[in-house]
């Protein structure tokens, strides 16, 4: 089962920074967040992971609560190709049995409208 | 530098029948996992090579089956195809070895619908 809570669905408007909540409370002290977005038809895109301290990359930002409960992806000015299903997962460190396993809850499809 | 690649994209198949799809990872990427996506389950898990071994398994039959090459690229084959097979495929590649926490990265994906 997935160890993460999103939203089914949210809607932002085009130009606007677009917040995308996570809620994963049973987090292990040396569980990664990572999150991915899928555009129809494609393959799941990597966007950006984080451990702990606040992550910035060129797609977007993480922003990870102190007590790592939940996190924030946040897409600073959304676009209409920003239109996308977007999974956060938390994935077990590298060296782990499961490191090369993600499990995928149902993601927040995000509408980025004009 | 080139992403995954999965080949045939599309493929149509009828039950009782055998499937192999191919997956070409990153260069210098080892691990190869596999995916099977559905409107009804979702993303889920099918195995990972790593160095040419099975290092971890999902939960589906012994139907599905798969290996790596020396050279990283991998297969997966599925025999005595049903009609719940049909799905999209997804292989992911990762650099391993570096004892930092990498990213998967994905293909596109086979679509495999079987009639």
């Known amino acids: 089962d997935a160890k993460t809570t999103q939203p089914t669905s949210m809607d932002c408007a085009e130009g606007r920074a677009a917040n995308l909540p996570c809620n994963h409370s049973?987090?292990?002290?040396?569980?990664?967040v990572y999150w991915y977005r899928q555009i129809h038809s494609q393959g799941p895109q990597y966007i950006i992971h984080?451990?702990?301290n606040n992550e910035t990359n060129e797609m977007a930002s993480l922003i990870i609560t102190e007590d790592r409960k939940s996190s924030t992806l946040i897409l600073p000015h959304a676009t209409l190709r920003d239109t996308a299903v977007y999974y956060c997962?938390?994935?077990?460190?590298?060296?782990?049995?499961?490191?090369?396993?993600?499990?995928f809850g149902q993601g927040t499809t995000l509408q980025v409208k004009p | 530098k080139a992403g995954v690649t999965q080949t045939p994209r599309y493929l149509i198949k009828t039950r009782g029948q055998q499937v192999t799809l191919s997956c070409s990872p990153i260069?210098?990427?080892?691990?190869v996992s596999w995916y099977q996506q559905t409107p009804g389950q979702g993303l889920q898990f099918l195995f990972e090579?790593?160095?040419?071994?099975?290092?971890n398994k999902g939960n589906f039959p012994g139907r599905f089956s798969g290996r790596q090459f020396s050279n990283s690229r991998s297969e997966m084959n599925v025999s005595t195809l049903e009609l719940g097979d049909s799905a999209l495929y997804l292989c992911?590649?990762?650099?391993?070895?570096?004892?930092?926490?990498?990213?998967?990265?994905f293909g596109d994906g086979t679509r495999l619908s079987i009639l």
């Open positions: 992911a590649s990762s650099l391993e070895g570096t004892g930092a926490n990498q990213p998967q990265h």
């Open positions: 049973t987090i292990s002290g040396n569980e990664y």
């Open positions: 984080g451990l702990k």
């Open positions: 997962i938390v994935r077990v460190p590298h060296g782990s049995s499961n490191t090369g396993k993600l499990i």
């Open positions: 260069s210098g990427h080892r691990s």
């Open positions: 090579y790593f160095s040419e071994t099975q290092r």
